[in-house]
């Protein structure tokens, strides 16, 4: 995907990390503040920001600044859900798709389609879901 900072970023689920690729073709991959949610989805925010899924194991929207801090967000996703793509739209949110983690088999099994948008300008950084 290429990033609002001209890179081109993408997920490394297998390693759990970030990756960046420079037009020198530096490679740099980040996992500092990742805590294991095996990222998937990945989009440029118009904030400037990279944003990203972790979903099979953790659930969660992630951010990275072009600098590589990355900060997770969980808060107003619902128990057991499964971020998995996600779009910036010209709205100035971030919508995001997923499942659901069924009680038998957390990695696997998938509930309800799920759907939900986050907005970037909120100083929480909450997510607001929905059931398709």
Do not use: Q
Not at 41 to 63: H, Y
Not at 79 to 98: E, M, R
């Amino acid at each position: 995907m290429n990033g609002p900072d001209g890179n081109v970023w993408f997920t490394d689920g297998d390693a759990d990390a970030i990756g960046r690729i420079t037009s020198a073709g530096t490679v740099t991959e980040f996992s500092d503040g990742l805590t294991g949610g095996e990222s998937h989805g990945i989009t440029a925010g118009p904030d400037g920001n990279v944003w990203f899924t972790e979903g099979l194991t953790s659930g969660r929207i992630g951010r990275i600044t072009p600098a590589g801090v990355i900060s997770e967000f969980s808060s107003g996703l619902a128990t057991g859900s499964v971020p998995s793509a996600i779009t910036s739209a010209k709205d100035g949110n971030l919508y995001f798709t997923g499942g659901r983690r069924t009680a038998r088999r957390p990695r696997v099994g998938l509930g309800p389609s799920r759907s939900g948008c986050l907005d970037c300008a909120s100083a929480s950084a909450s997510a607001r879901s929905r059931s398709t």
